[in-house]
Nanobody, 122 residues
């Protein structure tokens, strides 16, 4: 299983970004995909997740309406669309795959991509 995150960059507060996670090696066959982020000096935290079928999605409760997660099965890619970005959203965003366990726990995820940096300027 390999995961490649991309799409990060510098954006002004209030702006939008779409992150992509390209999965290979059968990552989407049975695994759910999640997005996490880690700010400087902070712990890695859950942002959103989607089941392998794309039927169910889960989101960080403190980001209501600002993120959506979607899947393009034909491209083996999961997207994280973020809007209304705030400086506190700055961090490295990781995509990860899990087979079982709570979707919001870092420890549930077995496979991780390399991360993509999102910087939100005020």
């Amino acid at each position: 299983v390999q995961l490649q995150a991309s799409g990060g960059g510098l954006v002004q507060a209030g702006g939008s970004l779409r992150l992509s996670c390209a999965a290979s090696g059968g990552a989407l066959n049975k695994n759910s995909l999640g997005w996490f982020r880690q700010g400087l000096g902070k712990e890695r935290e859950f942002v959103a997740a989607i089941t392998s079928t794309g039927e169910s999605t889960y989101f960080k409760s403190s980001m209501p309406g600002r993120v959506t997660i979607s899947m393009d099965s034909a491209k083996n890619t999961v997207y994280l669309q973020m809007s209304g970005l705030k400086p506190e959203d700055t961090g490295v965003y990781y995509c990860a795959a899990r087979l079982r366990g709570a979707y919001f726990l870092v420890s549930s995820y077995e496979y991780w991509g390399q991360g993509t940096l999102v910087t939100v300027s005020s």
